[in-house]
């Protein structure tokens, strides 16, 4: 997908320009340390997959990177984190209101985009994924240092601030190949089970990964009181000793204990058990994709499904 990737970080590059010096310096920024781009490769795979080769694609992809940096600027200002893509965060260089304030340009600036393609669909799934993900990043604010969190309200929000736009980005492929209705619910389920593994590998690597590797901190979900998988599952399989560990760290958001509480995470096998529910949704994204014709496209989509659970980054 290189040259089609080139193509899209050309359409980002161009689209990122204001005349303000501030959006231009902070978008860049961000924009430039790179991350993975996987919400615009679903746009171009499922596109691709499809038979549709008109420049829209191209549009839509960076229109979904945008609305994905969009969240991230929000996501660290609202999370206090301090390193990204390996760099520090926009928030900790440039400050909050700026990060807040160049969020909403490049959202509204996605807007810009999609409007220009001039499909009330490609509206449609854009408006709804954007609520949805605000809807799920405000549910997890509520659930925010409850340790009695059920594992299904945990999964809620991880359908609604990840697989969403994930699904929302499958989607988009097959509405601009004008799909029927059945084949583009079955790119909006590949997308919705895609995102769902990636965010479960993303809460797994919170515990098991490396800062360098991540470019992010390891250990934030903890230090912010955040009750993902991995602490669930070890809160289950624990002592009465350990669930107390875990419980007042997630009650009181600290991660001072973190080398212990990872040791139980470990112990008890809460890492494993996440990685394979992520698997699990995995194949249900490779299952969604058995009614696509069979091109180099779905086998990269296939490959997706191994590389989210197996990442490391
Ligand atoms: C602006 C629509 C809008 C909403 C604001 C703050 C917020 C509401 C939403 C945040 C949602 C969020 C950050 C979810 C986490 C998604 C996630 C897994 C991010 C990391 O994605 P990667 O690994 O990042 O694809 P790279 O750096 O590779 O691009």
New binding site residues.
Partial sequence: MAAEMRQVDEVIRQRLQSDVVLINQIAHYIVS???????PRLVLLFASALGFTGPERLELAATV?F????????????DESSL??GRQTANALFGNAASVLV??F??SRAFQMMVGVERMRVLKVLAD???V??E???LQLMNMHDPDLAVDDYLRVIRY??AK?FEASAQLGAVLANADPLMEQACADYGRAL?TA??LI?DLLDYEGDTQAL??NVGDDLREGKPTLPLLIAMERGSADERQLIRGAIEHGENERLSDIITIVRRTGALEATRESARTEANKARAALCVLPATPAREALLELCVRSVERS?
Avoid: M, P, W
């Fill in positions: 340390a790179g991350g993975k781009r996987i919400r990177e609305i994905h940096t969009a969240t991230l600027l929000h996501d660290d200002v609202v990204r893509r969020g909403d490049l959202y994924a954007t609520n993900i605000a799920g990043e405000v601030k990840t736009l995102g990636f965010q993303d470019g992010k980054s």
